[in-house]
């Protein structure tokens, strides 16, 4: 359902916000400057990608592209995997859970899915009449 479209969009925009704000105030102190700005490119992939849905909510409500669908959910489980893991990783130390060091070889494999959601936009696009 395209509902739900939106609603990830919106989930995944809403906690970006607060993201940037919690590394923006509250990490600023704690974290390293690399590690900040590892936490920051989380958040900006996240929110990019946010708006990136809200762009595939509306194009689905003009258009019924089976790509287009797929690109939905590549992008947020990408999102999920690669933000995600990227928080994990530099909040381990913070939390005091060195076994969370699991995460970082899933921050490729949410690339991988970003970039196959915006190939499936691209082979979507290509089918497009006009």
């Not at 999920?80 to 060091?101: C, R």
């Amino acid at each position: 359902m395209n509902k739900m479209i939106l609603i990830k969009g919106a989930v995944l925009g809403m906690i970006a916000v607060l993201g940037g704000a919690f590394g923006a105030h509250a990490l600023k102190e704690v974290l390293s400057p690399e590690h900040l700005a590892s936490f920051q490119t989380g958040v900006r992939y996240q929110m990019i990608h946010a708006v990136v849905l809200l762009f595939l909510f509306l194009l689905l409500n003009q258009f019924e592209s089976k790509q287009f669908k797929i690109a939905t959910n590549l992008i947020f489980w990408g999102v999920i995997l690669f933000s995600g893991s990227i928080y994990i990783l530099t909040l381990k130390n913070i939390i005091g859970i060195e076994a969370l060091k699991f995460a970082g070889p899933i921050t490729p494999i949410g690339g991988v899915l970003i970039i196959s959601g915006w190939l499936s936009i691209v082979l979507g696009g290509l089918k497009l009449k006009g």
